[in-house]
T-cell receptor, first 116, second 112 residues
Framework: AQTVTQSQPEMSVQEAETVTLSCTYD???????LFWYKQPPSRQMILVIR??????QNATENRFSVNFQKAAKSFSLKISDSQLGDAAMYFC?????????????FGKGTKLSVKP | EPEVTQTPSHQVTQMGQEVILRCVPI?????FYWYRQILGQKVEFLVS????????KSEIFDDQFSVERPDGSNFTLKIRSTKLEDSAMYFC??????????FGSGTRLTVV
C-alpha cells in the first residue's frame, strides 16, 4: 500500500522569505499523481499544485514550485516570497492511476506559520 | 469557477441519531468522493462513487455509512447511528477525470 510522509509537523517562515516543505512517499507504481493541498483556518482543502510522475519537469504555479525526485520518492514544495495568507496546513497527497480512478492518500500535514 | 457545495457547514447531533450530509458536485463531474478529517489528524478516504455505484471504499466505511445520488445532482453521505468518534470534518469532492479533484468546504459534524 502507498504511504505519504511529511516529517515536519510545523514550519515557520518570515514574510517575503522562501520556505520548503518536505514530503516523501512509498509506492511500487511507476505512474501516479502527486499533489499539495492547502488548508487554511477555514478548513477548506485548496489545491496548490500537482505533478504527474511521468513528467520530469517540476511543476510551477506562480510562487509555488515543487522539487520532484522520482527515484528518491521525494516531492517537496517551495513557497517563494511568502505572504501572510500562506499560513495554513499543507498536505501532500498521492493518487494512483490504477484501480477505480484512485483515492487520494494524504500525509499528516505541515503547519506553516508566516511571521510579519 | 465551479464549486463543490456542502450543506450544512456545521451539524450537531446526539449519539445514536442518523445524519445526512449533503453535497452538490460540479455539474459535469463524473466521480464523487467523501473524505473525513478528525480534528488534528490527516484527511482519510471514505468512499468513491461512479456511475451510480460505489467504486471503492475504505475500512472506515462500514455498514453505518451509506452514500446516494438521489436526483442526479446531490450526493449524500448518511451515517445511520452516530458515535462520538464520528465527530470530524467531512469533505465531499468531485472530479471529471484523473487530473482534477475539487473539494467542498466541508461539514463539521459534532456528535454529543
Amino acid at each position: 500500500a502507498q504511504t505519504v510522509t511529511q516529517s515536519q509537523p510545523e514550519m515557520s517562515v518570515q514574510e517575503a522569505e522562501t520556505v520548503t516543505l518536505s514530503c516523501t512517499y512509498d509506492t511500487s507504481e511507476s505512474d501516479y499523481y502527486l499533489f499539495w493541498y492547502k488548508q487554511p483556518p477555514s478548513r477548506q482543502m485548496i489545491l496548490v499544485i500537482r505533478q504527474e510522475a511521468y513528467k520530469q519537469q517540476n511543476a510551477t504555479e506562480n510562487r509555488f514550485s515543487v522539487n520532484f525526485q522520482k527515484a528518491a520518492k521525494s516531492f517537496s514544495l517551495k513557497i517563494s516570497d511568502s505572504q501572510l495568507g500562506d499560513a495554513a496546513m499543507y498536505f501532500c497527497a498521492y493518487r494512483s492511476l490504477g484501480g477505480s480512478q484512485g483515492n487520494l492518500i494524504f500525509g499528516k500535514g505541515t503547519k506553516l506559520s508566516v511571521k510579519p | 469557477e465551479p464549486e463543490v457545495t456542502q450543506t450544512p457547514s456545521h451539524q450537531v447531533t446526539q449519539m445514536g441519531q442518523e445524519v445526512i450530509l449533503r453535497c452538490v458536485p460540479i455539474s459535469n463531474h463524473l466521480y464523487f468522493y467523501w473524505y473525513r478529517q478528525i480534528l488534528g489528524q490527516k484527511v482519510e478516504f471514505l468512499v468513491s462513487f461512479y456511475n451510480n455505484e460505489i467504486s471503492e471504499k475504505s475500512e472506515i466505511f462500514d455498514d453505518q455509512f451509506s452514500v446516494e445520488r438521489p436526483d442526479g445532482s446531490n450526493f449524500t453521505l448518511k451515517i445511520r447511528s452516530t458515535k462520538l468518534e464520528d465527530s470530524a470534518m467531512y469533505f465531499c469532492a468531485s472530479s471529471r477525470d484523473i487530473y482534477g479533484y475539487t473539494f467542498g468546504s466541508g461539514t463539521r459534524l459534532t456528535v454529543v
